[in-house]
């Protein structure tokens, strides 16, 4: 028996019952909000472990309030899914970079939505609790889910966190986009080969401002690798 709390934030009532329905059936505790006030009351009070979030809302766009909760300490780490009427490729890479970890367009099956969830709340929680990893002053400790740039906390969201994890302990290999998907998102057919890209922007980024971008390289026409030797 499943027992993750799902918060889903939609005003359309329709497909908040379509959903409910669907995730109440795979065995998750659902609790509803039809706008982003709503939804941050319920953050505070349910403490889910992974928020769907239309884009559409009444009262703020869902982009903003996930890239808010992004911001804070205390929800950055929590898993977003966006839903979205938008099929265009521009609005789902604004998505994945407001920090959502994955998005779907509707319409969308409520079978593809279990899918989706299970396969983001399996990539948050499967990191393994192992030694502290480090690679010239950048320490990923995953025993306590964090990465330290000398003294100083790198923020990462759980994507990024398991990207560098993955690299980190896989350092001087050239791994393809394709591999890359199979390794660290569990070979879900649903992530598109260009989500890396977008993740790995999002990865350098935070890494830029203690110097660590450089340890992410890309390899022309074969793909990415970690390594503190010069590209
Ligand atoms: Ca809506």
Same mark, same amino acid.
């Given at each position: 028996?499943?027992?993750?709390?799902?918060?889903l934030v939609?005003?359309?009532?329709?497909?908040?019952?379509?959903?409910?329905?669907?995730?109440?059936?795979?065995?998750?505790?659902?609790?509803?909000?039809?706008?982003?006030?709503?939804? =941050?009351?319920?953050?505070?009070?349910?403490?889910?472990?992974?928020?769907?979030?239309?884009?559409?809302?009444?009262?703020?766009?869902?982009?903003?309030?996930?890239?808010?909760?992004?911001?804070?300490?205390?929800?950055?780490?929590?898993?977003?899914?966006?839903?979205?009427? #938008?099929?265009? %490729?521009?609005?789902? &890479?604004?998505?994945?970079?407001g920090?959502?970890?994955?998005? @779907?367009t509707?319409?969308?099956?409520?079978?593809?939505?279990?899918a #989706?969830?299970?396969?983001?709340?399996? =990539?948050?929680?499967? &990191?393994?609790?192992?030694?502290?990893? %480090?690679?010239?002053?950048?320490r990923?400790?995953?025993?306590?889910?964090?990465?330290?740039? *000398? %003294?100083?906390?790198?923020?990462? *969201?759980?994507?990024?966190?398991?990207?560098?994890?993955?690299?980190?302990?896989?350092?001087? #290999? &050239?791994?393809?986009?394709?591999?890359?998907?199979?390794?660290?998102?569990?070979?879900? &057919?649903?992530?598109?080969?260009?989500?890396?890209?977008?993740?790995?922007?999002?990865?350098?980024?935070?890494?830029? %401002?203690?110097?660590?971008? =450089?340890? @992410?390289?890309?390899?022309?026409?074969? *793909?990415?690798?970690?390594?503190?030797?010069?590209?």
């Amino acid at each position: 028996m499943n027992t993750k709390k799902i918060l889903l934030v939609e005003d359309e009532k329709a497909i908040r019952d379509m959903i409910g329905f669907a995730l109440r059936r795979a065995g998750f505790t659902i609790i509803e909000a039809e706008n982003c006030r709503d939804g =941050r009351a319920a953050l505070v009070d349910a403490r889910p472990d992974l928020a769907i979030v239309d884009w559409m809302l009444p009262d703020q766009s869902g982009l903003e309030f996930t890239r808010q909760l992004k911001r804070e300490p205390e929800y950055r780490d929590l898993p977003v899914i966006m839903l979205t009427a #938008r099929a265009e %490729e521009g609005d789902k &890479v604004a998505g994945l970079e407001g920090g959502a970890d994955d998005y @779907i367009t509707k319409p969308f099956s409520p079978r593809e939505l279990v899918a #989706r969830i299970n396969a983001v709340l399996r =990539r948050v929680s499967s &990191v393994p609790l192992g030694d502290v990893i %480090e690679c010239e002053g950048l320490r990923l400790d995953p025993a306590a889910h964090r990465v330290l740039a *000398g %003294e100083q906390p790198v923020t990462l *969201g759980p994507t990024e966190y398991r990207m560098l994890e993955f690299f980190m302990l896989h350092q001087d #290999r &050239v791994y393809s986009r394709e591999q890359l998907l199979d390794r660290i998102w569990g070979g879900n &057919v649903y992530v598109e080969e260009r989500t890396i890209d977008v993740h790995i922007r999002r990865l350098r980024k935070a890494l830029q %401002e203690f110097g660590y971008d =450089r340890l @992410i390289q890309t390899v022309r026409g074969a *793909g990415y690798r970690f390594s503190v030797r010069a590209e």
